[in-house]
């Protein structure tokens, strides 16, 4: 099969329509970067293999994101091929619709569309990969063979030996770490049994404890036992209580519970009967009736001794100092005496007054002296200006302070009494008021304890012969229920043993359980889980296996059928005298997943190789096996994209002859931006070539073509 | 990628379980075809992805089913 022409319509660089001929058995698409040269070739492979030839899959870094549609999408996307084998003319047409469906193939008049379309390639022209390794070589598996790390550079020489689909599919099937599957179905059923196992071996603990504590051997626990022991239990209790103890069934219980629950039940009646025997609540009312009667008592108490406090006080009071009339009569004594005090006071003061004046005359006018008569009271003195100078001075030094010392004191003897008496007064209040308290709280309390008082008779000391009594009467009591608590404890304790003993067998039913739930239904799913992952491991181990020895078998048969051709080409472009006899094998020693070119010496000649070498080599790989497997190609060209890329005059000139041999028994396409190459090209073809310029482009319409 | 061949060498490879196999990569082939590697990897990754979800559910199922893995002796309850 042949391209005669291709109509591109916005698609990646062509934002309008072209058209390209490519009748001609050389065509040379030249022209500077980013005028459409990759587009065009592009446009091929995208209308044979549409989505196929995008993405990080197809191992070109550049094709990540790439997208057929042009940007400007003034034009909707259509690329129409036109191709020609020895019966038919092939018209392919895609489009970007229906995802990778968009394809129509007319042949003749049969037309085929989506997905059969798509089939129709893949019968009769290939694989993509196998495309891009016998028909299109692209730039990228040149520029990088130079460049790449040894892993990438395998990657590069498998694509370029049409095997990069064995190795994406392998990759692919690798990166679901199938081999890890049953691992993790294994996980969950080691997490379910170590559950088991650590719940089983904390019961078995539990019950090596309980059997420790009751002496006894875990594994000879029976139910039978355990009932024989609450039967006892119920004897006990019934002889104790002289009632039949019957203890209730549960219903539709495990036996080890019930015996349990009724074991309980058993314990909770024996304290029961302990609380509510006649004694018991006998000697709970004669608690409760001592606690009264002794609270009472004490506020009586407390009452009384406060009144007598206070009338003991008043008493000693009087008797020391006199009851209030006496102390009133006391006091009025001591008013008359004070009061006749002070009337010889007065009467000694007008005295004063009345002889001060005539003694002041009688000395101011020089009287008196000598014998005369007192003119105030007609008395007969030899002096008297002395006289009544002595007569003053009796009166001031010696009856006016005596008096009034005396007056004085009264006034504090008074008023001491008036003292004595006021506290008789407050002591006399006191009392009383202790008095109506005491007789209120004794009536009230009386009536509470429903107490008669005969006359005379004291509510204290009634009180006080009625708590003795509820004392001695509860200490015989007491007597009786010391002798009913230990046998009812007795119940107790051997419930509790009892209670212990069916701990160990419900522990036993839960071991019981557990040990079953290997029979749950979603454990054994879980182990037949693990079947089908292994099982599907397996399956894609085996996959795996035969994608790998298959791929290493076409490998190795391209390897073979093209090494002399790979050897003569890159022979006729590089010329290296230091490499003689190029060799390209697989290197078995890494399970054929590397590639060897030796020279013969056996020695690998990569690392010796220069970069325009290597380029060379690259290209040596794609035309080799393109031309050792020229009869079987179903699309009888070859697409060389930049192929000078990186090389010597000397290099593009070997190039061309070799792109004029080649042109003989296949249909050319070179893209080149080399104007060096392009001459030598002319210098060179044997065969008529068309060279179709991109000499401009032009946002609206595309590439400008000459 | 040469179908066939690779299909005829699961075949000589499995001697249990060929058809399941070829069916397999069938499947993995309609896959590839259908969405790259990428396709080929989500089904894979599902297939690996349902396989852990139902283990973990049924682990989950049977650590349920039993009231005394849920329950741990001490009285308290046990993580699931």
Same mark, same amino acid.
């Given at each position: 099969m042949k391209i005669d022409k291709i109509t591109i319509q916005g698609f990646r660089a062509f934002t309008g329509t072209r058209t390209i001929d490519f009748t001609n058995p050389v065509t040379v698409l030249y022209g500077n970067n980013a005028q459409g040269k990759s587009s065009t070739l592009n446009a091929i492979e995208w209308c044979l293999f549409g989505d196929k030839c995008a993405g990080l899959s197809t191992g070109i870094r550049e094709r990540k994101d790439w997208k057929p549609q042009n940007r400007t999408r003034t034009h909707a996307c259509r690329v129409i091929l036109t191709c020609h084998?020895? *019966?038919?003319?092939?018209i392919f047409e895609r489009t970007p619709k229906l995802g990778n469906n968009g394809l129509i193939v007319n042949i003749g008049r049969n037309v085929i569309k989506s997905t059969a379309a798509n089939m129709w390639v893949s019968e009769h022209i290939g694989q993509f990969m196998d495309f891009m390794a016998m028909v299109y070589q692209h730039q990228e598996n040149i520029r990088h063979l130079a460049l790449a790390e040894p892993r990438d550079k395998r990657e590069i020489i498998n694509r370029m030996l049409g095997l990069g689909e064995y190795?994406?599919?392998? =990759?692919?099937?690798n990166a679901s770490k199938y081999d890890k599957w049953s691992g993790k179905v294994q996980l969950s059923i080691d997490g379910v049994n170590i559950r088991i196992q650590d719940r089983t071996s904390s019961y078995n603990s539990q019950n090596e404890e309980i059997a420790k504590k009751l002496a006894l051997n875990a594994n000879l626990v029976s139910i039978e036992n355990a009932r024989l022991k609450v039967l006892a $239990? *119920?004897?006990?209790?019934?002889?104790? =209580?002289g009632e039949a103890v019957v203890s209730a069934r549960m219903g539709e219980k495990a036996e080890h519970i019930e015996t349990l629950e009724r074991v $309980? *039940?058993?314990?909770?009646k024996a304290r029961e009967y302990f609380i509510q025997s006649p004694t018991s609540v006998r000697n709970q009312a004669l608690a409760e009736e001592i606690v009264n009667y002794e609270g009472n008592l004490a506020v009586i108490n407390k009452l009384k001794l406060e009144l007598d406090v206070a009338g003991t006080k008043l008493a000693e009071f009087i008797a020391q100092n006199g009851d209030e009339a006496s102390m009133k009569g006391k006091i009025s004594g001591l008013t008359e005496e004070k009061r006749q005090l002070e009337a010889r006071l007065a009467s000694a003061n007008a005295l004063y007054a009345a002889i001060d004046p005539l003694y002041r005359y009688m000395k101011d006018n020089g009287t008196g002296t000598g014998a005369a008569q007192c003119p105030a009271c007609g008395s007969y003195t030899q002096d008297q200006l002395s006289y009544l100078a002595n007569k003053l001075k009796q009166l001031t030094d010696t009856e006016v302070m005596t008096l009034s010392q005396q007056i004085n004191e009264k006034a504090k003897e008074i008023e001491s009494a008036t003292g004595l008496l006021n506290q008789i007064l407050t002591l006399t209040v006191r009392e009383v008021s202790m008095r109506t308290p005491y007789a209120e709280n004794c009536e009230r309390i009386a009536k509470e304890l429903e107490i008669s008082l005969q006359k005379g008779e004291d509510l204290a000391r009634v009180i006080g012969g009625k708590l003795k009594s509820a004392k001695e009467a509860k200490l015989q009591l007491e007597d009786a229920l010391k002798s009913l608590e230990p046998r009812i404890r007795a119940i107790e304790d051997e419930s509790d043993a009892v209670i212990d003993y069916c701990r160990i067998l419900e522990n036993k039913e839960h071991i019981k359980r557990l040990s079953n739930?290997? +029979? +749950?239904?979603?454990?054994? *799913?879980?182990?037949a889980l693990r079947e089908y992952a292994e099982r599907q491991s397996l399956d894609l181990e085996a996959i795996l296996k035969a994608v790998k020895a298959i791929r290493d078998e076409e490998g190795a048969a391209r390897v073979s059928s093209s090494k002399e051709s790979i050897k003569k080409c890159f022979n006729r472009i590089a010329e290296n005298p230091g490499i003689v006899d190029l060799e390209m094998c697989l290197e078995p020693a890494r399970g054929n997943e590397n590639f060897?070119?030796?020279?013969?010496?056996?020695?690998?000649?990569?690392p010796i190789l220069s970069q325009g070498d290597l380029n060379a080599l690259a290209l040596s790989i794609f035309y080799g096996i393109g031309e050792s497997n020229t009869t079987d190609l179903p699309f009888n060209a070859i697409i060389f994209d930049d192929p000078s890329q990186s090389m010597a005059k000397h290099h593009k000139e070997r190039i061309a002859r070799l792109i004029s041999e080649a042109a003989k028994a296949r249909q050319v396409i070179v893209s080149t931006m080399d104007s060096e190459l392009l001459a030598m090209l002319k210098d060179n073809l044997t065969m008529s070539m068309k060279v179709i310029e991109f000499s401009g482009w032009d946002p609206a319409n595309g590439p400008d073509l000459n | 990628m040469e179908l066939e061949k690779i299909k005829q060498k699961i075949a000589i490879l499995s001697k249990t379980r060929a058809e399941e196999r070829l069916n397999m990569f069938q499947v993995i082939c309609d896959k590839s075809e259908q969405g790259g590697e990428d396709a080929v990897k989500n089904f894979l990754n599902e297939m690996g992805g349902s396989i852990q979800k139902t283990a973990e559910e049924l682990e989950r199922g049977a650590l349920n089913g039993c009231q005394e893995i849920v329950t741990a002796p001490d009285g308290e309850e046990g993580a699931l």
């Open positions: 084998n020895d *019966q038919d003319t092939i190795n994406t599919l392998m =990759s692919a099937i $239990l *119920q004897k006990k209790l019934s002889e104790l =209580s $309980l *039940q058993i314990k909770g739930v290997k +029979d +749950d239904p979603n454990y054994k *799913q879980l182990s060897l070119f030796r020279d013969s010496s056996g020695d690998d000649v990569i | -």
